[in-house]
């Protein structure tokens, strides 16, 4: 089944604690994407891949780093996170970074930072 | 600035009846329109994705239009049901690259 995984669905942890979300597609795409959503905001991206070794940021990257060292994996590492930090994550994959193509998204992953 | 407007922010209506949702954009220059239909605390789900030569678009009960003039969309739901309750999201690419504008949505909520 094609899909796009998320680890872990829920976390909490502490200020400054540092942490990684995973995300993993299985369809070979080879754009990928991180977003945050926020209440009365939407979505947000946060960085995206366009491919392996290639990331760029989005419109609110700062607090998070990225990295695509396999096409199919693209973590969001928070080095220091910070309570502003806590939000819904989503991670979403695509054939291209251009065109009519289908974004899928993964399942979330609810953050508190206390 | 790229802005994707929503209207109404929410919505109440009966099982069985049909609902419009809006969606007005500035994003420029514009490649793609697309809805999305999110359940509470889940991913988006594509619905439908247009392109601007496209004014029209189906799946199943769920049709989007799109006036590329006046820049504005539209999602019209069928027969309504109950698990159409969802937040309706409506997503603009500009073509310059990878810039995808996300409306608020609009939350709407199906009663029986």
């Known amino acids: 089944e094609a899909q796009v995984t998320q680890n872990p669905r829920y976390l909490i942890t502490v200020t400054g604690k540092k942490l990684t979300v995973t995300c993993s597609q299985n369809m070979n795409h080879e754009y990928m994407s991180w977003y945050r959503q926020d209440p009365g905001l939407g979505l947000r991206q946060i960085y995206y891949?366009?491919?392996?070794?290639?990331?760029d940021k989005g419109d609110v990257p700062e607090g998070y780093k990225v990295s695509r060292k396999e096409k199919r994996n693209f973590p969001l590492i928070l080095e220091s996170p910070s309570p502003n930090q806590t939000s819904l994550y989503f991670c979403?994959?695509?054939?291209?970074?251009?065109?009519?193509?289908?974004?899928?998204f993964g399942p979330g992953t609810r953050l508190t930072v206390t | 600035k790229n802005q994707v407007e929503q209207s109404p922010q929410s919505l109440i209506i009966l099982e069985g009846k049909n609902c419009t949702l809006q969606c007005n954009y500035t994003v420029s220059p514009f490649s793609n329109l697309r809805w999305y239909k999110q359940d509470t605390g889940r991913g988006p789900v594509s619905l439908t994705i247009m392109t601007f030569s496209e004014n029209t678009k189906s799946n199943g009960r769920y049709t989007a239009t799109l006036d590329a003039d006046t820049k504005q969309s539209s999602l019209h739901i069928t027969a309504s049901q109950l698990s159409d309750s969802a937040s309706y999201i409506c997503v603009v690419d500009n073509n310059a690259g990878n810039m995808l504008t996300f409306g608020g949505g609009t939350r709407l909520m199906v009663k029986p």
């Open positions: 979403a994959s695509s054939q291209a970074d251009r065109g009519p193509y289908e974004q899928y």
């Open positions: 891949s366009m491919n392996v070794e290639v990331t």
